[in-house]
């Protein structure tokens, strides 16, 4: 049994992990290194271990040109990096849930992305980022497969956003 399998074990370095229970890594990796070739391994691994930093989503530009990206700079960014970062979530539950239940994550994460996406007519984007890296994080260790994780409001967040000059109400 791999090491990704023992899980339980206080040991195995994915002991913690709280998503993708089910998933055999390296049964998954080659559907997702086809799919997005020019995003590297260990960002892979980190998404599938619970380990990666929100602030590491800007390596899921598969079309970047700079060694090393800054952090997102615009709302646009920081939603193509997502997008991508919930397809391979997406790609590593479906290894070992039900087609029903990558379809409800699916429309987790699809539902965050409009909540999103309304956030950006009402706050700042410096406050968006940092709204969206602490709910990444919280999600992160709570199960990135979990659709409920994804669609929790998650209120203690609310006072890292501020709202744009002139807009009223949130």
Same mark, same amino acid.
């Given at each position: ?5 023992? /899980?339980?074990?206080? %040991? ?8 993708? !229970? =089910?998933?055999?890594? #390296? ?9 997005y070739p020019n995003i590297g391994v260990v960002y ?46 997406? /790609?590593?539950?479906? %290894? ?8 409800? !994550? =699916?429309?987790?994460? #699809? ?33 990135q497969d979990k659709p409920a994780e994804w669609r ?19």
């Open positions: 049994m791999s090491a990704f399998q023992q /899980l339980g074990d206080q %040991d195995d370095p994915d002991y913690p992990r709280s998503s993708f !229970l =089910q998933t055999t890594y #390296a049964r998954a990796l080659p559907t997702i290194t086809e799919r892979l691994t980190k998404i599938f271990r619970g380990t990666i930093h929100p602030s590491a989503l800007v390596w899921m530009d598969v079309d970047r040109e700079m060694a090393t990206p800054e952090e997102s700079s615009d709302i646009s960014h920081l939603l193509y990096c997502f997008e991508v970062y919930g397809q391979i979530i997406c /790609l590593f539950a479906a %290894d070992g849930d039900s087609a029903s239940q990558v379809l409800e !994550l =699916q429309e987790a994460l #699809a539902d965050y992305r409009m909540r999103l996406l309304r956030l950006v007519g009402f706050c700042t984007f410096e406050s968006l980022r940092a709204w969206h890296g602490a709910f990444l994080t919280e999600v992160i260790h709570a199960g929790q409001r998650r209120e203690g967040l609310t006072k890292l956003l501020t709202r744009k000059q002139g807009v009223p109400g949130m």
